[in-house]
C-alpha cells in the first residue's frame, strides 16, 4: 500500500506568489513524523521542514510551513513569496516512530514545481 | 563539514559486472539506508542499518548486497549488474529515529548498465 501520495506531478507558480504542494499519507502508527525535502535540478536532497504527529502547532520554517490536518492524514507544504530558486522537486516522506525500529523513510513520488518569473 | 559522501558520482557498467558505491559518513549517526531514485517513482529503500554489523532489507532489496563493519561506512554491492539496476543511488544518515532528526543525503551516485 503507498505510504505517501502527492497527486501532483507538476505545478507552476507565480513568482512571489504562494503555492501549496499536496501530500496525503497511510499509516497506523500512533506517532510518525513528516518531512518535506527539495531536489533542485543539480540533484542533492535538501530537509526543509518537519512535523511530528504529536505536534499541535503547524510547523514553519522562514518561508515553508507545513498544513497539517492529522484527521484527513495531509500534510502539505506551503511555500510563500515564491523565488526562482524555488524551481526543484519537493518530496514528502514519513518515518514511522513506535514500529520502525530501522528509521525507514517512506517518499511519495514528487512534485516538480516551477517558479516564473 | 564532509556529512555523507559518496563515491563515485557517475559510474557505467556492462551487464553481469558487479561493483560497489561506496558510502561515508562523518557524523557518528547510526543509521544509515541506501535508496535508488528511479522517474516518476520517488526514493525507494533498498537496504538500511541501524548500526554497525546490523542490516535489513528494504523495499526494493534483490540484486544488492550490503555490510556494515564501521559505523562510519555503508557500502552498496552490486553483484551481476542488469540494465533495471540503471538508476541515480542515495546514501543517507541520521543520529536519531526520534523527533525530527531529517537523514542527511549523500550526493548520489548515477549509475548506468549498459
Known amino acids: 500500500a503507498q505510504k505517501i501520495t502527492q497527486t501532483q506531478p507538476g505545478m507552476f507558480v507565480q513568482e512571489k506568489e504562494a503555492v501549496t504542494l499536496d501530500c496525503t499519507y497511510d499509516t497506523s502508527d500512533p506517532s510518525y513524523g513528516l518531512f518535506w525535502y527539495k531536489q533542485p535540478s543539480s540533484g542533492e536532497m535538501i530537509f526543509l521542514i518537519y512535523q511530528g504527529s504529536y505536534d499541535q502547532q503547524n510547523a514553519t520554517e522562514g518561508r515553508y510551513s507545513l498544513n497539517f490536518q492529522k484527521a484527513r492524514k495531509s500534510a502539505n507544504l506551503v511555500i510563500s513569496a515564491s523565488q526562482l530558486g524555488d524551481s526543484a522537486m519537493y518530496f514528502c516522506?514519513?518515518?514511522?516512530?513506535?514500529?520502525?525500529?530501522?528509521?525507514?523513510?517512506?517518499f511519495g513520488t514528487g512534485t516538480s514545481l516551477t517558479v516564473i518569473p | 563539514n564532509a556529512g555523507v559522501t559518496q563515491t563515485p558520482k557517475f559510474q557505467v557498467l556492462k551487464t553481469g559486472q558487479s561493483m560497489t558505491l561506496q558510502c561515508a559518513q562523518d557524523?557518528?549517526?547510526?543509521?544509515m539506508s541506501w535508496y535508488r531514485q528511479d522517474p516518476g517513482m520517488g526514493l525507494r529503500l533498498i537496504h538500511y542499518?541501524?548500526?554497525?554489523?546490523?542490516?535489513d532489507q528494504g523495499e526494493v532489496p534483490n540484486g544488492y548486497n550490503v555490510s556494515r563493519s564501521t559505523t562510519e561506512d555503508f557500502p552498496l554491492r552490486l553483484l551481476s549488474a542488469a540494465p533495471s539496476q540503471t538508476s541515480v543511488y542515495f546514501c543517507?544518515?541520521?543520529?536519531?529515529?526520534?523527533?525530527?532528526?531529517?537523514?542527511?543525503f549523500g550526493d548520489g551516485t548515477r549509475l548506468s548498465i549498459l
Open positions: 543517507a544518515s541520521s543520529y536519531s529515529i526520534q523527533g525530527g532528526q531529517p537523514q542527511h
Open positions: 557524523m557518528n549517526h547510526e543509521y
Open positions: 542499518s541501524v548500526g554497525a554489523g546490523i542490516t
Open positions: 516522506a514519513m518515518r514511522d516512530e513506535m514500529t520502525n525500529t530501522g528509521n525507514q523513510f517512506y
